[in-house]
């Protein structure tokens, strides 16, 4: 019996633009926000967003407390970024510990941050200085239509 031959997968050096970009996002950064029409409720948390080792996929991470008054709820998650053979646009797969998953489109290019999912949006806008972010959440509702849903600040609180 011969023994087959197990060729190592080639790595690759070439990291695209469009994955490139991502970088300005690498750290913890804190989130606020809070609901147009619900001035009692606040967004509170954090996401941290890391290369996994050899550069081709972000990992983000968050931890995102909603609180009313005396009730509170807290979404934890996680995604994978990265950039599908063919394909000249970021997705993600998101999981989070209430059971919900989305697949999403992530770009940042020219300062415009955006993640595009099938019922949640987030259009923003990084500063100059990649220290800041604004944006707006948005959900997609039963009629199809997105609406506002929150505004949100994130602020590097480490690199």
Not at 62 to 90: F, P
């Amino acid at each position: 019996m011969s023994k087959a031959k197990i060729e190592k997968p080639k790595k690759s050096t070439y990291k695209p633009p469009v994955l490139k970009h991502l970088g300005a996002l690498n750290g913890k950064w804190k989130v606020k926000g809070s609901i147009k029409d619900e001035p009692d409720t606040k967004i509170k948390g954090w996401e941290s967003y890391e290369w996994m080792k050899g550069g081709f996929f972000m990992i983000v991470r968050w931890k995102i407390a909603t609180k009313k008054k005396k009730h509170k709820e807290v979404s934890r998650g996680i995604m994978i970024i990265g950039l599908e053979d063919g394909k000249k646009i970021c997705s993600g797969r998101a999981y989070d510990n209430n059971g919900n998953t989305d697949d999403y489109q992530v770009s940042l290019y020219k300062g415009a941050f955006n993640i595009k999912g099938n019922a949640y949006r987030f259009e923003g806008v990084l500063s100059k200085d990649r220290r800041k972010i604004e944006g707006l959440c948005k959900q997609r509702a039963d009629n199809g239509k997105w609406v506002y849903q929150y505004d949100k600040k994130l602020k590097k609180v480490k690199d």
